[in-house]
Each structure stands twice: as structure tokens, then as C-alpha cells.
């Protein structure tokens, strides 16, 4: 039998209390807890994300624009597209 040690990776640094804070009332809120399990599949655009839903595109945007300064989403432009994410780590 041979055994190979395994190096245990580093736990991530726990987040601050202001941090948590933020990342609480940004999930307080139904639409942006159903925005972050949409984009669990892939990136979205807020069309993509609005569709089939009832708010607008613009609603949406306005529940990211408060979904990325907690870090529970990102936006990364391709093309005339903003395509958005949740940040696994967050």
C-alpha cells in the first residue's frame, strides 16, 4: 500500500460583520434570492433572467445592482452584453 499525504487547503479568511451584513439584506429580498438560483446555471443577462418572470429587465438591474457590492454577483461585459453570475465563494 502506498499513502501520498494530501495538503489540506487553506481556509478562506472569515468574512467581516459589515460584509455579512450586506450579503443578509441583499438575500433578504425574494427577487434577488431567485436572480442568484437562475444564474447557478450559467451567466444571464438580465433579459434572460427577467424572462419568464415578472419583473423587467430593469428590475433586475436594479436587484444586481445591489446583489454586487456584497459580492454574491458579477457582471462581465461580452460584447453589448452584460452577462451576470453568482460568485461561489461569496
Known sequence: MVQHLVAEPTPPEPALPETLTLRFD????????????????????????????????????????VLRPCGASQARRQGRYVRYSHSLPA
Open 26 to 65: 441583499a438575500l433578504a429580498h425574494p427577487v434577488r434570492l431567485r436572480l442568484l438560483r437562475t444564474s447557478a446555471c450559467g451567466p444571464h443577462t438580465t433579459g434572460e433572467l427577467a424572462h419568464g418572470w415578472e419583473p423587467s429587465p430593469q428590475g433586475d438591474s436594479r436587484h444586481l445592482a
